[in-house]
């Protein structure tokens, strides 16, 4: 059995190992989006370098966060490529200690950093995803006040009057407030009757409140407001189900979340998918850590270094890969949401345990 000074001794390496790739993925990811942010906003009214770089800062753990399961990956090889150069694992080996028992510290590891993934660093991104949208709006505020079709998202409310088309270029506050916003009022014969342009616009009780309207109306001459109101029926539940993007909802909301929208007859699947995602991510940074042994502990010895990380490396994309494939099965509704997030981590841990299995166990 594997003593409890040589298990924290593995378990600080991993460690450490784990704070330096993060710290340098932290590094890496800002200056790659702070170069494409000032490249894309730098000429607009709005921009400035604090604001450049305080959208990029609140915007990094949210991409983070997609990069997690390959700082896992990469933590577990470095870790045991590391002590494998040292012949640190021979001696262990030498002195009775099994696989098994010198990989549950980087296990142990890989866990703990999940949890602290999910606790802390999911409510951080989620909060500041949604305060870099705000500031980006703010950069962008009397520039882009134009709404794609293709990468907008749009919804459609019902009232008794006609029907309206909502779209918008961002989605703030997890749905209930839109800015660049445009509203389409269709009467009963599918003929747009009216439109109106919105610098911002907010979801009340019973109607939407417009700020900065540019309205048209039958081909007449532009109209601008500084108010306007839209009637809605639409409920924020509603909104923040077909509008909102689930990683903008911090971990600890999302049971509450997916309660209330089921009761009123959604499925919220995304909101599910995104729960059960979350639970599994410290088993799924396990089953990276296994991955990552089934091809690390042994190169040296074998003088197989590049192919070795080269193969763990695509069996982690691999992992990955599958993982957001079958996501979007939950996400569609085709999966049940529980199923599609541990599914793969099952699949992994399983091929894992199996590959030491056959390669120290015979």
């Known amino acids: 059995m594997i003593g409890i000074t040589l298990g924290r001794y ?4 991993y460690a450490v190992i784990t704070f330096w790739i993060f710290l340098g993925m932290f590094a890496l990811v800002f200056l790659i989006d702070f170069t494409e942010l000032s490249s894309r906003t730098s000429g607009l009214p709005g921009f400035t370098f604090l604001s450049a770089l305080g959208v990029s800062l609140f915007r990094v753990p949210m991409i983070l966060l997609q990069a997690v399961p390959f700082i896992a990956l990469f933590s577990a090889m470095a870790t045991l490529i590391s002590l494998n150069r040292t012949y640190e694992l021979v001696i262990a080996r030498s002195a009775g200690v099994s696989a098994w028992q010198f990989l549950l510290p980087p296990c142990l590891g890989a866990f703990a950093f999940g949890v602290i993934i999910v606790l802390l660093l999911n409510p951080l991104a989620a909060r500041g995803f949604s305060q870099s949208e705000l ?34 270029r ?34 009340r009780d019973g109607y939407w409140e417009l700020d900065g309207v540019r309205r ?31 990683e903008t909802i911090p971990f600890f909301d999302l049971p509450s979340k997916i309660e209330v929208a089921r009761s009123f007859g959604l499925r919220a699947n995304a909101f599910a998918m995104q ?17 990552a042994a089934t091809v ?65 166990d015979g």
């Open 170 to 203: 961002a989605v703030l506050n997890q749905g209930v407030e839109l800015a660049d916003a445009v509203f389409f009022s269709i009467d009963a014969n599918g003929d747009i009757v009216e439109r109106r342009d919105a610098r911002h616009a907010y979801l």
């Open 10 to 13: 593995f378990f600080r390496r």
């Open 216 to 246: 048209m109306r039958d081909g007449a001459k532009v109209e601008t407001l500084a108010e306007d109101r839209v009637p809605t029926n639409l409920k924020p539940e509603f909104v923040q189900e077909r509008l909102a993007r689930p």
């Open 275 to 291: 729960f059960h995602s979350l639970l599994a991510l410290p088993m799924l940074l396990v089953a990276m850590t296994l991955i």
């Open 135 to 168: 500031l980006e709006t703010q950069i962008r505020s009397g520039s882009s006040n134009k709404v794609s079709a293709f990468s907008a998202p749009w919804i459609r409310q019902k009232t008794e009057d006609s029907d309206t088309i909502i779209g918008a």
């Open 296 to 360: 690390s502990m042994r190169f040296a010895r074998l003088g197989q270094s590049a192919t070795m990380i080269l193969g763990g490396v695509m069996a982690g994309f691999l992992l990955y890969v599958v993982s957001v494939l079958v996501r979007a099965f939950g996400n569609a509704g085709f999966v049940p949401p529980y199923v599609a997030a541990w599914l793969p981590v099952v699949v992994a841990l399983f091929f894992g345990v199996t590959f030491l299995l056959y390669k120290e």
